[in-house]
T-cell receptor, first 114, second 112 residues
């Protein structure tokens, strides 16, 4: 079974621009979560989507948004980019079934804001 | 609120030596605990998990961890380190909304 895939793997953007990152979960997984990883703040939860609905949101400004499609693929959007948004953005999927708690991560998208 | 503390941001061992990476958690409910490994320029790979049941959990690549409720610990061990084990390791607890709360990570260096 193929793992979680994320595209693109690397991205360079300029301050003020916006960016969209994509995540395809493991086949059959209905839940997708997004995390931001930075050297200073570590791994922080952004949000989770399940069956196209946002179920949980972390402590990030409204510039960070996401959505999930009917095939469980998810996108994350960051508008008005700031230098501090430079990070590795990780997507994780899980089945969403009761009791299934493990999350499987993709390789991440490395975003650099200049 | 749940939290995770990893003692030691860097751990250095010789090849063949015991690996011990420390993790302590704080949780008001029975915790679900995980160890992940991250190799350079890669995502997180699940090493092992504790949900319920046996307190000694075996994972991939020869790693295991023991859940000790009385010590609120979930330390990761491997009897004999390999060069390929050099990576960053993260301990995490799952909160009630299925959000993972991570420790700050421990970078393992393996000396030849």
């Amino acid at each position: 079974k193929a793992g979680v895939t994320q595209t693109p793997r690397y991205l360079i953007k300029t301050r003020g621009q916006q960016v969209t990152l994509s995540c395809s979960p493991i086949s059959g997984h209905r839940s997708v979560s997004w995390y931001q990883q930075t050297p200073g703040q570590g791994l922080q939860f952004l949000f989770e989507y399940f069956s196209e609905t946002q179920r949980n949101k972390g402590n990030f400004p409204g510039r960070f948004s996401g959505r999930q499609f009917s095939n469980s693929r998810s996108e994350m959007n960051v508008s008005t980019l700031e230098l501090g948004d430079s990070a590795l953005y990780l997507c994780a999927s899980r089945t969403g079934s009761q009791g299934a708690r493990e999350q499987y991560f993709g390789p991440g998208t490395r975003l650099t804001v200049t | 609120a749940q939290s995770v503390t990893q003692l030691g941001s860097h751990v250095s061992v010789s090849e063949g030596a015991l690996v011990l990476l420390r993790c302590n958690y704080s949780s008001s409910v029975p915790p679900y605990l995980f160890w992940y490994v991250q190799y350079p320029n890669q995502g997180l790979q699940l090493l092992l998990k504790y949900t319920t049941g046996a307190t000694l959990v075996k994972g991939i690549n020869g790693f295991e961890a023991e859940f000790k409720k009385s010590e609120t610990s979930f330390h990761l061990t491997k009897p004999s380190a390999h060069m390929s084990d050099a990576a960053e390791y993260f301990c995490a607890v799952l909160d009630s909304s299925y959000k993972l709360i991570f420790g700050s990570g421990t970078r393992l260096l393996v000396r030849p």
